[in-house]
């Protein structure tokens, strides 16, 4: 199983431009989520998707959507870039959709920068 | 609403002696922790979680709900063990993570 995956690895941006980040898991987990990763700020959840046909926004939703295109795939599209969003993305999955102590399992993340 | 705050940035120790990366949280209910680890050019991983009450990689994590806290603890650290650590508190589906400290164990 190739676990979480996530495309592309890096990806440099003008602002102004789109793009959508690619995920996908192997795990036939419930839940997806897109987390961005800042220095000193830790990883700060964007949207999730409880379940597929579902989202919900997180912490930091502004200027982010997402799809939930099946239970396999959760894509991440900025619509206009800005310097704002330049950090490190995660994708995530996990087992469960409901309480309990079930585990996340991270993507290698993708590093964007936008000039 | 739900905060974890990790007071430490960086944590620098030597090569068997302790470590201790402390957690602090507000939540109001029942709280589910975890400690998530990330080495260098790995994924993030789960390290332990709080219910389970294990001992991973030779770590420990307590939650003490009167001072709301869920240190990391580890007796005798080894070089492998420098990574980044991350506490996180779990509501419902979503994870709500501390900014994270940097360990490094130096020989």
């Known amino acids: 199983n190739a676990g979480v995956t996530q495309t592309p690895k890096f990806q440099v941006l003008k602002t102004g431009q789109s793009m959508t980040l690619q995920c996908a898991q192997d795990?036939?987990?419930?839940?997806m989520y897109w987390y961005r990763q800042d220095p000193g700020m830790g990883l700060r959840l964007i949207y999730y998707s409880a379940s597929e046909g579902t989202t919900d926004k997180g912490e930091v939703p502004n200027g982010y959507n997402v799809s939930r295109l099946n239970k396999r795939e959760f894509s991440l599209r900025l619509e206009s870039a800005a310097p704002s969003q330049t950090s490190v993305y995660f994708c995530?999955?996990?087992?469960?959709?409901?309480?309990?102590?079930?585990?996340?399992?991270f993507g290698p993340g993708t590093r964007l920068t936008v000039l | 609403a739900q905060r974890v705050t990790q007071p430490e940035k960086l944590l620098s120790v030597f090569k068997g002696a302790p470590v201790e990366l402390k957690c602090n949280y507000s939540?109001?209910?029942?709280?589910?922790l975890f400690w998530y680890v990330q080495y260098s050019r790995q994924r993030l991983q789960l390290l332990l979680r709080?219910?389970s009450r294990e001992s991973i990689k030779g770590f420990t994590a307590d939650l003490n709900k009167g001072e709301t806290s869920f240190h990391l603890k580890k007796p005798f650290a080894q070089e492998e063990d420098s990574a980044m650590y991350y506490c996180?508190?779990?509501?419902?589906?979503?994870?709500?993570f501390g900014a994270g400290t940097t360990v490094t164990v130096r020989a």
């Open positions: 995530a999955s996990s087992p469960t959709s409901g309480r309990g102590s079930d585990t996340q399992y």
């Open positions: 709080h219910i």
């Open positions: 996180a508190l779990k509501d419902d589906y979503k994870l709500s």
């Open positions: 939540y109001s209910g029942s709280p589910e």
């Open positions: 795990m036939n987990h419930n839940s």
